[in-house]
C-alpha cells in the first residue's frame, strides 16, 4: 500500500485522513477535530469533538463492541489519568498530557470497570477508533461512536 509508512520507520508528516475496515474515510480539520465520512451511506457525520485509538487484540476488541451493543448495561469513557485520578475528557481541549489518556468500559451494574486500556490520538494500524463530542444536530445531546480498525493512513 502506497500510504502506509514502511516498517519501523517514524513518519514526522501530518496525517490527512485514515480509513478504517468498514470503508469510513475519517479527515482532520485544523484544530485537530475529525469529521467521518460513511462510504457505505455516502454519509457525511457530525464533526466530534475528540478522536482516540486503541490497540487491541481481537478478542479484546469483541468484548469492546459487544460492550458497544448493551448501553444500558455499559458506559465507555475517555480519561486523563493526573495524579492518579481519572479525569473526564470531552474534548481535545480538556487535555493536558496526551499521554495520560485512557479509554475505558464501565459496567454499570457493577460499577467496576470491564476494560481498561491506553488511548492515543494518533491513528496506528489496527486500532480501534473512538470518538465523541456534543451534537450540533440535537441540541447539543452528547454523542459516541466506537468505529472498526484503522486500515490506511493518508499523509
Same mark, same amino acid.
Not at 456534543?134 to 490506511?152: P, Q, Y
Given at each position: 500500500? !502506497?500510504?502506509?509508512?514502511?516498517?519501523?520507520?517514524?513518519?514526522?508528516?501530518?496525517?490527512?485522513?485514515?480509513?478504517?475496515?468498514?470503508?469510513?474515510?475519517?479527515?482532520?480539520?485544523?484544530?485537530?477535530?475529525?469529521?467521518?465520512?460513511?462510504?457505505?451511506?455516502?454519509?457525511?457525520?457530525?464533526?466530534?469533538? *475528540?478522536?482516540?485509538?486503541?490497540?487491541? !487484540?481481537?478478542?479484546?476488541?469483541?468484548? *469492546?463492541?459487544?460492550?458497544?451493543?448493551?448501553?444500558?448495561?455499559?458506559?465507555?469513557?475517555? @480519561?486523563? @489519568?493526573?495524579?492518579?485520578?481519572?479525569?473526564?475528557?470531552?474534548?481535545?481541549?480538556?487535555?493536558?498530557?496526551?499521554?495520560?489518556?485512557?479509554?475505558?468500559?464501565?459496567? *454499570?451494574?457493577?460499577?467496576?470497570?470491564?476494560?481498561?486500556?491506553?488511548?492515543?490520538?494518533?491513528?496506528?494500524?489496527?486500532?480501534?477508533?473512538?470518538?465523541?463530542?456534543?451534537?450540533?444536530?440535537?441540541?447539543?445531546?452528547?454523542?459516541?461512536?466506537?468505529?472498526?480498525?484503522?486500515?490506511? *493512513?493518508?499523509?
Amino acid at each position: 500500500m !502506497d500510504n502506509e509508512p514502511p516498517k519501523g520507520k517514524i513518519i514526522n508528516k501530518p496525517i490527512k485522513s485514515f480509513e478504517t475496515a468498514k470503508g469510513s474515510v475519517y479527515t482532520y480539520d485544523k484544530k485537530g477535530k475529525t469529521l467521518r465520512y460513511k462510504t457505505v451511506d455516502q454519509e457525511l457525520q457530525e464533526k466530534m469533538d *475528540i478522536t482516540v485509538f486503541i490497540s487491541t !487484540d481481537e478478542d479484546t476488541r469483541a468484548k *469492546i463492541f459487544d460492550a458497544y451493543t448493551r448501553p444500558n448495561k455499559f458506559s465507555f469513557h475517555l @480519561v486523563e @489519568v493526573r495524579d492518579n485520578n481519572p479525569v473526564q475528557i470531552y474534548g481535545l481541549e480538556d487535555i493536558e498530557n496526551p499521554e495520560n489518556l485512557k479509554f475505558g468500559v464501565l459496567n *454499570i451494574p457493577k460499577n467496576k470497570w470491564a476494560f481498561y486500556r491506553k488511548a492515543s490520538l494518533t491513528p496506528t494500524m489496527g486500532a480501534v477508533v473512538y470518538e465523541r463530542g456534543n451534537s450540533t444536530k440535537d441540541s447539543g445531546k452528547f454523542i459516541h461512536h466506537l468505529g472498526h480498525e484503522v486500515t490506511k *493512513i493518508n499523509y
